[in-house]
């Protein structure tokens, strides 16, 4: 839908890129940022360029982070002999709203996915097995999405990690199938955490 305005349709068009904007949201928001005051625009675009540019993945969980590691890893009151493997860095965002988990995170940046030539070397899962190099960890919690991927997914790490000798559970169900773990209220991922089960 072109406005007749350049510069208009190609901010919206570069806002479309984004995941959940449709054409009609990107418009306005489009109309929105131009209407707002020239400094206000160059705050929000050095934000996003410098964001971008700081924002690096955690050398031991790949979680998102501005040092070597992130927050989490590097605080000493986490309990670090239980690991939560999650799909991507919004689920670990997701995890901390709960505030009853007090462990690690493993991010796999994606989930096994053959159907999309996705598999177990295009994710972060030889990253986690050698992070069971040492006995520190005694559990993975595995909290990936309860649809046919993230199930897929957790069966096959519970395969790997079994015979190593560390304990592996499976978030409870009270994610509802289907969902994602970033949309999930906190007294669900909650329950979830608590029902958590072995693999």
Excluded: W
């Excluded at 999309?116 to 993975?140: A, H, Q």
């Excluded at 978030?171 to 909650?190: C, F, M, N, Q, R």
Aim: overall charge negative; proline content about 5%; aromatic content about 4%.
């Amino acid at each position: 839908m072109s406005t007749g305005l350049g510069p208009i349709d190609n901010i919206a068009a570069e806002l479309a890129k984004l995941p959940s904007i449709g054409r009609k949201t990107a418009q306005r928001l489009a109309y929105h940022i131009v209407s707002l005051p020239v400094e206000q625009v160059n705050a929000l675009a050095t934000a996003l360029l410098e964001g971008r540019k700081t924002i690096r993945f955690c050398s031991e969980c790949g979680n998102y982070a501005t040092d070597e590691k992130c927050a989490i890893c590097q605080n000493a009151e986490r309990d670090h002999s239980q690991v939560c493997v999650v799909r991507d860095p919004r689920d670990v965002a997701a995890m901390e709203r709960v505030h009853d988990y007090r462990g690690l995170y493993h991010v796999l940046h994606g989930v096994l996915s053959p159907m999309d030539g996705i598999g177990p070397g295009d994710i972060n899962i030889k990253e986690l097995l050698l992070r069971l190099r040492d006995d520190t960890v005694k559990e993975i919690i595995i909290a990936t999405n309860p649809d046919i991927e993230g199930e897929a997914t957790a069966a096959y790490i519970a395969r790997l990690i079994k015979p190593l000798g560390v304990r592996v559970t499976r978030i409870a169900h009270g994610v509802p199938v289907g969902s994602d773990l970033e949309y999930a209220d906190e007294v669900t991922l909650s329950k979830a955490i608590e029902g958590r089960r072995d693999l």
